[in-house]
């Protein structure tokens, strides 16, 4: 989810900003060129080498965590290895190394990474950070909890495609519907179940969006519509890149911006809004009544786009969950 950073934050950085996930809150410090706040008190051990700050760069990537070792280089490799993947898939220039480079940060427990991102966070398992200006992206950052069992396959997927897309859309905001759409085909399959789940719940009470509704939201809708929207997003994106592929649907996305999405989808499709949503709900109901089964639908077309869980089996434990971060609100040394 994509809400504004608190005022005091914009204020912070100068400029508008984005997080994906949460609302940002509460004082952050400054750590070489991000942002993060200093560890709380924890336990003295005569034995143990002092938690400290670890950062691994990699040409994509700083990776920062608190605790006496730093960030493995097969976490580090597997990170590079889920952006190119993803990068891949939507982007027609992949190789294209970020300037400035994404900040990740890897959070030792669900309080500290709470007290970093906002109470809200404690709902969420990882967050992102866009900051634009003059139509150039100037600032990533993705926040983890690190110590959940599957961090890497359940959240990282899924915002490193914000922070993708935001490469893609980069002068103007990215409709919501899209942005989460397209996260959500990076999640996990259960995770992408549950949301159809959602979706069909709505559909059953009839509670759905309209089509041209929900292209055309500004911002996230009412909290009790949530699950809808997550859900009717995610089936709809995956409807059009399932039919015309990844980067044809993120250009008919860019002219939609231009031109209306009447305009777009005729040129793009040679659809109406109408007669889209009628095949799309034409294509839930045959999903649903068991016409699309083991991924492939009776057209033939395929229903994936990318393997699921590319980190698998190649994280190890990152940081110790009794580790802490100061929490001062004071910058932390460059």
């Not at 427990?109 to 967050?127: I, K, M, N, P, Q």
């Not at 996260?183 to 179940?193: C, E, H, P, V, Y």
Request: aromatic share 8%; net charge positive.
């Amino acid at each position: 989810m994509i809400f504004l950073l608190l005022k005091s934050l914009r204020e912070r950085f100068g400029k508008a900003a984005i997080v994906s996930g949460l609302v940002a809150a509460g004082t952050l410090g400054g750590f070489d060129g991000m942002t993060v706040s200093r560890a709380a008190t924890h336990a003295s051990c005569s034995q143990c080498s002092p938690p400290t700050w670890h950062v691994v760069e990699t040409a994509n990537f700083k990776i920062y965590c608190y605790g006496t070792a730093g960030v493995s280089p097969e976490t580090a490799a597997a990170c590079e290895s889920l952006r190119s993947k993803l990068a891949a898939r939507w982007l027609a220039d992949a190789r294209q190394a970020w300037s400035p480079k994404c900040n990740l940060v890897l959070h030792a427990s669900d309080d500290d990474y709470a007290r970093e991102v906002g109470a809200a966070g404690r709902s969420t398992a990882a967050s992102t950070l866009i900051d634009r200006t003059a139509g150039q992206v100037t600032l990533r950052r993705i926040d983890v909890k690190a110590t959940r069992p599957g961090w890497h396959e359940g959240a990282l997927g899924h915002e490193l495609t914000h922070v993708l897309l935001a490469d893609r859309f980069a002068r103007h905001a990215l409709p919501r519907w899209v942005d989460e759409g397209v996260a959500i085909l990076a999640d996990t399959s259960d995770k992408q179940r549950r949301h159809r789940q959602d979706l069909e719940q709505a559909l059953a009470a009839r509670r759905e969006f309209r089509l041209i509704e929900l292209v055309t939201l500004i911002d996230y809708p009412e909290a009790q519509r949530w699950g809808t929207f997550y859900g009717q997003s995610a089936s709809l994106v995956e409807y059009l890149v399932e039919r015309f592929g990844e980067r044809p649907f993120l250009d008919f996305v860019e002219a939609a911006s231009q031109h209306g999405y009447e305009r777009a989808l005729t040129t793009a499709y040679r659809l109406s809004t109408a007669e889209l949503e009628r095949q799309w709900r034409a294509h839930v109901a045959a999903a649903r009544d068991g016409i699309v089964r083991d991924g492939i639908a009776r057209d033939g077309i395929a229903r994936d786009g990318i393997a699921r869980g590319p980190l698998a089996g190649q994280v190890t434990m990152l940081v110790q969950p009794a580790v802490a971060r100061p929490n001062t609100g004071t910058a932390v040394a460059n």
